[in-house]
């Protein structure tokens, strides 16, 4: 079997992946991923106990027990670039045996929630709500660079035309999220199922201007008149649809939950955006721990 580089494969010199600074018994089955460093003490401090943590640039790890559950939550920065290394180095940390820098016969499968926040563009989606994003659609680019078969090419070149996207942008793509995920959160009341636009910026991508004019200043309305399977765009944000590809591409799970602390299409900010982000993470914990 075919040893993978070592400068493919980059590990620290006490043997953990580059990156993350992590080697696999400081990782839980289920993951939660934040984009803020700061959030992982705002999700750890549930914790019965905390067994490990470590941080190395901005990922930042807490491994321990809730209600009895190990639970995993790491910080991954804003933006798809960090979600490549955050979900190529979880997984080569359950899927790669790091000494021999093999592959294992016997692939292991990672549950991966997302706990962020967003911003709706939909009327329906109510400030300090949840979204759950039952697809991510990716703006991002970051699937084209991966053999695959994972994409909806139909509803991406319906979304193509819809847009009129210009040639010179990363062309689209939709992934679903993990159907056995998405049975725990979806019938729940505060909770809103929809597609998460993922973009690879927080001004110009996601159709903000403060001094630079627009390639396309339309692109929000259009946006939220577009549907896939019924559903239609319902919040904008750097991550899903990354995490969302890679973990299909790989076996693992996957689904992002969102507190919406902004309506687009109203204008508003959430008046407490860090209590609503408190109570999607003590609702999404309370769910984690029946998995």
């Keep these: 079997m075919t040893k993978i580089k070592d400068s493919e494969l980059i590990l620290n010199p006490d043997g953990s992946v580059y990156h993350l600074n992590l080697k696999p018994e400081n990782i839980a089955d289920t993951i939660i991923t934040v984009g803020d460093q700061d959030r992982v003490e705002r999700v750890s401090k549930y914790f019965d106990s905390i067994v ?13 027990f809730y209600k009895g559950k190990k639970l995993t939550v790491i910080s991954t920065g804003i933006g798809i670039d960090n979600i490549d290394i955050v979900m190529n180095e979880l997984d080569a940390l359950v899927n790669i ?5 093999q592959i294992r016969d016997k692939l292991k499968s990672l549950n991966i929630f997302r706990i ?3 911003g709706g563009i939909q009327e329906f989606v109510e ?11 990716g703006f991002d680019g970051l699937i084209h660079y991966y053999e695959n078969d994972i994409s909806q090419s139909k509803a991406t070149k319906q979304l193509i035309e819809h847009l009129n996207l210009s040639k010179f942008k990363a062309q689209p793509y ?4 993990s159907d056995k995920l998405a049975e725990m959160f979806e ?4 909770v809103t199922s929809g597609i998460t636009a993922t973009n690879i910026g ?8 403060l001094r630079l004019k627009l390639q396309d200043k339309d692109f929000v309305d259009k946006l939220t008149s577009f549907e896939y399977n019924g559903a239609k765009v319902t919040n904008m944000e750097m991550e899903t649809s990354a995490i969302y590809s890679l973990s299909k591409m790989l076996g693992h799970h996957a ?3 969102n507190a919406i602390i902004a309506n687009r299409t109203h204008g508003e900010f959430s008046k407490n955006p860090k209590r609503a982000v408190d109570n999607l993470i003590q609702f999404t914990l309370d769910k984690l721990c029946k998995l």
């Design 97 to 101: 045996d790091l000494k021999t820098r």
């Design 127 to 137: 400030l300090d709500n949840f979204v759950m994003g039952k697809a991510g659609l």
């Design 116 to 118: 962020g926040t967003s």
């Design 174 to 177: 939709i992934v679903e999220c």
């Design 187 to 190: 019938h729940e009341a505060q």
């Design 52 to 64: 490990f943590e470590t941080q190395k640039r901005e990922f930042k790890t807490h491994t321990g």
């Design 202 to 209: 927080f001004y110009g991508p996601q159709g903000r201007t």
């Design 255 to 257: 689904l992002s939950m």
